[in-house]
Nanobody, 115 residues
Framework: QVHIVESGGGKVQPGGSLRLSCAAS????????MGWYRQAPGKQRELVAM???????NYADSVKGRFTISRDNAKSTVYLQMNSLKPEDTAVYYC?????????WGQGTQVLVSS
């Protein structure tokens, strides 16, 4: 069984920063990629950023230059540093652990960008 714990969401003013963390534990099929998706009200869930087991990163165009994803393999943890936040970044952010056989999801953490 895989257990995923997310933290770091909250409310921030436009232009501010937040850092999301996601720790995975349990029997995870290896290798695995780790990443973040988000879902705004009335919209589909979309990829924000992903880092592969080998360290390759991929970002949505809308967050390039503002968000940075990083990974600590020893801790099975992925981080998302979000800078220059905009109101349109408001969403529930979900951690994803992607293996060849299954996708594991966290419970989601709310990010609200508002003045």
């Amino acid at each position: 069984q895989v257990h995923i714990v997310e933290s770091g969401g909250g409310k921030v003013q436009p232009g501010g920063s937040l850092r999301l963390s996601c720790a995975a534990s349990g029997s995870i099929f290896r290798p695995y990629d780790m990443g973040w998706y988000r879902q705004a009200p009335g919209k589909q869930r979309e990829l924000v950023a992903m880092v592969t087991s080998g360290g390759t990163t991929n970002y949505a165009d809308s967050v390039k230059g503002r968000f940075t994803i990083s990974r600590d393999n020893a801790k099975s943890t992925v981080y998302l540093q979000m800078n220059s936040l905009k109101p349109e970044d408001t969403a529930v952010y979900y951690c994803n652990v992607h293996t060849l056989v299954y996708d594991h999801w966290g419970q989601g953490t709310q990010v609200l960008v508002s003045s």
